[in-house]
């Protein structure tokens, strides 16, 4: 049995550096799932729905990824669905500092041999993040190259709606 990772976020949108990460840490690991997550802290652009579908759209070139949703605690995920490597992906230090304590927090409530992995994204977009990106497209300004096209095709259309 090879090793199942699991990249979370809200993905709201997902950006060309998440992407970076997955199509990274697909060629690490046999399986990787995307796990979309449900945050009631952040007002949505899109449905838990609408995400799943548009990242499997961006994804589909992975034959090895997969994209789940899940609520709850992180911990009780990972421990019920038997993975065994939490990917994170880090901008710079304050995401390190807030990740490694996460880290930390899980490693009590996971399952023995789960561990934490952090990829540092791609220095191209080390600034970016889906509240920028969000931020930016309602004001008009360009996010092209930041975001995955066809993501970047629905934002377009939610902004005409």
Do not use: C, W
């Not at 038997?82 to 399952?111: C, K, P, Q, S, W």
Request: glycine residues 6%; aromatic residues 8%.
């Amino acid at each position: 049995m090879g090793k199942k990772a699991l990249f979370t976020g809200s993905f709201d949108p997902l950006t060309n550096g998440h992407l970076d990460i997955i199509e990274r840490a697909s060629k690490m690991f046999d399986k990787l799932v995307v796990g979309v997550i449900m945050n009631p802290q952040k007002k949505s652009l899109f449905t838990l729905e609408e995400r799943e579908n548009m990242i499997r759209e961006v994804t589909a070139h992975l034959p090895n990824v997969e994209v789940s949703h899940f609520s709850g605690l992180l911990a009780d995920y990972v421990n019920e669905n038997g993975f065994d490597v939490i990917v994170r992906g880090l901008r710079g230090t304050t995401d390190f500092e807030y990740e490694l304590t996460m880290a930390h927090m899980n490693a009590r409530l996971f399952n023995d041999n789960v561990d934490t992995v952090f990829l540092m994204t791609d220095p191209e977009y080390a600034f970016l993040s889906s509240s920028m990106a969000k931020e930016v497209h309602s004001l008009g300004g360009s996010i092209k190259g930041l975001i995955p096209d066809i993501i970047l095709k629905y934002m377009d259309e939610k902004k005409q709606v």
